[in-house]
């Protein structure tokens, strides 16, 4: 995506920019009442080599109005420009309370969740959704559109109330229906097309946004094989141009082997961060999850071989062992 | 289903050309029902005797026929109607229903019980403004309790929340009226329920250049937001996530339509349907994209409604239907259709 990282340069993000604003240091100066002094975080948390991190939260916490405890609680984590992390969890865990916060849809209740340094939460709405783009998990048009319509409103966040769709506009447009196989659709209604297309056209929408991240949510829950891998060859190919890339899932074997990192939620805290040989451990999924599984390397061929799969158990394998102790739930602290 | 971005050709020149094309359309066709209202009634008038009338150069009777009656009572049709469209297109997108109207929020009962109670307990006597006055207010103390009873069960506005308070005010309002009708004695009465089912019959200049006053400003700035709108009718997790600041645009956007309802309310009465049609109508034809479809949705409601004004006038000369009933009598049929349609595209 050329266009994408012309449009990256003014907004003064680009890998190359020395002192990018996105690095803890600057971050941690625009918020002077931080609790942690500026020169103990970047060591201990960024060597300092990496690529600079799009989002950075600190001590998230976040506990709804009369729950009794947390839906997020006390997450500190980082997610580095340029790559492809997943957040992966059991059902409950906070992923989507996760992501309203680094969304900014959602004020924290203790912490932080800076994107670019910023509060996300404080961003001017539009400005961050030329940053950042978003599929969500559910989203239903009240009224008829072409999938041309809904990708073109990836633009608005560019366009603001007036200004009227240029060739620039129209050339992201059209990419973005292209990257997604969806140049053939483009003038039927949405609601004449299968999930998977509906689905793809969103995705479209969210390139044509040409954010510098891209946020999924879920993005192939009720997808068949071929549309599900579809939509996963596309974040690969994101990461390459530049883009961060989000994805919360409940494929743990899709997210090993298209992502680089994972993020493994439970009971709103982390219960493991990093590569999927790490975090997808037997003993690790049993407990998160209750559940007994065989974990084993990706068979191949692709360039993924050798990435572990989870491999849920059946029968008396399983049931002895939910039986013995109901698998540690809880346990995780 | 419908043709809809038929239109949304890659060539925007062609587009921009068709859009020329459809606005000069819709205002020609404004115009020439004007010009029916204008030129139809008891005394029908020739092209000429419209144009010194206008002018003022010919015999007086005629230019009191054509300025001080059926000039400004097309023109208030034609507010009240591009008012009411637009307001039911806005509450809509707002809800993401299509079946939503401006009566819905109860705006339509709150404007009844200060008419009605303006009526029967004679405060619209003093003058012509009494009864026009009370219904606004009337209106506004609607749109008011149904939003805080909609803030005040949750934090964020919930469209859910919002309906059923509109329904719920609306019934209380409505037995309001009643307990007002059996106080009343026959005359008022009867004026009352003609109110109730609207007309344009007490349309002037004035009643006129008010109505102006309120509905141009609230329309453009209505266009203003069209985007926005566009991003809502796909949810409001999505159009926050494409910039928009939610709870701010819902407020203005739920504050204009219903300013344009009630003014509407309170300068011909109760009128129902033209938001259901006019809208819905707008999109099939030209889809959804509310930058053209609010602009189009205004000068089709504009028409609607002046040829309805005049359909009441003629049908039973001498007398005249309300035009509440007439837009009803349309609006019920299409109403049923449209629930079908939306059963059977469901499954």
């Known amino acids: ?333 | 289903m419908f043709p809809a971005g038929s239109q949304s050709s890659l060539n925007p020149v062609v587009t921009a050309g068709r859009l020329t094309l459809r606005f000069v359309l819709l205002a020609a066709l404004l115009l020439v029902s004007i010009l029916l209202a204008v030129r139809l009634g008891a005394v029908s008038l020739s092209l000429r005797e419209i144009v010194d009338g206008v002018t003022g150069r010919g015999e007086p009777t005629t230019v009191a026929i054509v300025r001080q009656l059926r000039l400004p009572r097309a023109l208030q049709a034609a507010l009240v109607g591009a008012a009411l469209s637009l307001s039911g297109a806005t509450f809509q997108a707002l809800v993401r229903n299509p079946l939503a109207e401006p009566y819905i929020l109860g705006v339509s009962s709150g404007a009844a019980v200060g008419a009605v109670a303006a009526i029967v307990l004679g405060l619209g006597l003093g003058g012509m403004w009494g009864v026009p006055l009370a219904a606004f207010a009337g209106a506004l103390l609607a749109i008011t309790l149904v939003f805080r009873i909609a803030y005040g069960v949750g934090a964020a506005l919930d469209t859910h929340v919002l309906l059923l308070a509109g329904v719920v005010v609306g019934a209380f309002f409505n037995a309001a009226i009643l307990l007002l009708l059996t106080l009343s004695d026959v005359e008022s009465f009867r004026s009352a329920m003609f109110w109730m089912m609207g007309s344009n019959a007490g349309a002037s200049w004035r009643s006129v250049l008010l109505l102006a006053a309120y509905v141009v400003p609230a329309s453009l700035a209505l266009v203003a937001l069209a985007r926005a709108l566009d991003l809502l009718a796909l949810g409001e997790q999505t159009a926050a996530h494409l910039g928009t600041q939610v709870e701010r645009t819902k407020l203005i956007a739920y504050g204009l339509a219903s300013v344009l309802a009630a003014v509407s309310v309170a300068a011909s009465g109760v009128i129902g349907f033209v938001g259901l049609i006019v809208p819905h109508v707008v999109r099939m034809i030209w889809g959804s994209d509310h930058r053209t479809s609010l602009p189009s949705t205004a000068l089709l409601g504009a028409t609607f409604l002046v040829l309805t004004d005049l359909l009441a006038r003629l049908v039973t000369r001498p007398t005249e239907l309300p035009i509440g009933v007439v837009t009803a009598f349309l609006g019920v049929p299409f109403f049923i259709w449209l629930l079908r349609k939306r059963g059977h595209a469901r499954g």
């Not at chain 1, 991190?53 to 916490?61: D, F, K, M, N, Y």
């Not at chain 1, 891998?229 to 990461?239: G, N, Q, T, Y």
């Not at chain 1, 394998?317 to 739930?329: E, F, K, V």
């Open chain 1, 1 to 333: 995506m050329r266009e994408a990282s012309d449009g990256r340069a003014p907004g003064g993000s680009a890998p190359a920019e020395p002192a990018g604003q996105a690095t803890p240091a600057p971050a941690a100066t625009a918020v002077p009442p931080a609790t942690v002094p500026p020169a103990t975080v970047p060591p201990a948390t960024v060597p300092p080599a990496t690529a600079p991190a799009a989002w950075v939260t600190r001590g998230l916490t976040l506990q709804y109005p009369g729950a009794s405890r947390p839906a997020l609680d006390d997450v500190t984590l980082e997610f580095p420009a340029g790559r492809c992390t997943a957040i992966l969890g059991p059902n409950g865990a906070g992923k989507s309370t996760l992501l309203r916060l680094l969304l900014g849809t959602l004020p924290p209740t203790a912490g932080e969740a800076l994107f670019e340094g910023r509060e996300a939460s404080r961003w001017p709405r539009r400005e961050f959704a030329q940053a950042v783009g978003v599929v969500p998990q559910l989203e239903e048009a009240a009224f008829p559109l072409t999938v041309r319509e809904l990708v073109a409103m990836g633009r608005y966040p560019h366009l603001g109330p007036w200004r009227r769709e240029g060739p620039a506009d129209r050339r992201a447009i059209e990419r973005a229906l292209d990257s997604c196989d969806v140049t053939s659709l483009a003038d039927r209604p949405l609601g004449t097309l299968s999930g998977g297309e509906r689905q793809r056209a969103r995705v479209a929408r969210a390139l044509a946004q040409e954010p510098r991240a891209l946020v999924l949510d879920e993005p192939t829950a009720s997808l068949d094989i071929r549309h599900e891998m579809a939509i996963f060859e596309l974040l690969p190919a994101l990461c390459a141009r530049g883009a961060t890339v989000l994805v919360i899932t409940h494929h743990l074997n899709l997210a090993a082997r298209y992502a680089q990192r994972l993020v493994l939620l439970h009971h709103g805290r982390v219960a493991a961060d990093g590569t999927p040989g790490r975090v997808l451990t037997r003993a690790l999924v049993e407990s998160v999850y209750g559940w007994p599984v065989a974990i084993a390397g990706h068979p191949g061929p692709g360039p993924d071989t050798g990435v572990p799969q989870v491999i849920p158990l059946a029968g008396e394998a399983c049931a002895s062992m939910i039986a013995q102790g109901d698998a540690p739930d809880g346990s995780d602290g």
